[in-house]
């Protein structure tokens, strides 16, 4: 089974779609029920301890973050390690289990680990050198999950993805 975090945002929208017609058998991770969807609830900003993990689940798709915000204040750094870093951890703990291992890994990261503006024919060997929180917490995720998916055993896959929109104008703060 696939669990996919980040349901309800704009790049989780049209992931949850493909999934869903290609009838894949699918829950989500979500604050609350996503209708029509198996969903295991639970809030990647919080500390506090979630609802049992679904069994069988062999794929993430962690589509989940904090993004397309401003932070201007610590408070607002510190959630975004909270979610970003902290909450990818916690999830990754909860879906370990020896009845049945979590396989793989997909990470929807952020070319923002660059700390460039631009740039043209950046690839995976590109040095990675955020310059803002969101960026850190992003590079912190990336470093968190080829560590932890090493001593698992469990295939990662990082996608660095610039900005992705369609069917109207970009969200949050780059709208």
Known sequence: MILLTGATGFLGR????????????????????????ATWTGDLASPAPWSQAPAGVSVLYHVAGFAHRRIDSQQER???????????RRLLETLVRDDAPLQAVVLISSVSVYGIESGERIDEDFPCAPSDPYGESKWMAEQFLQDWASRHNVRAAILRLPLVVGGGSAPGNLG
């Open 78 to 88: 510190d959630l975004c390690l909270q979610v970003n870093l902290h909450g990818l």
């Open 14 to 37: 049209h992931v949850l779609a493909h999934l869903r017609a290609g009838g894949v058998p699918l829950t989500v991770f979500a604050q609350s029920p996503v209708p029509g969807v």
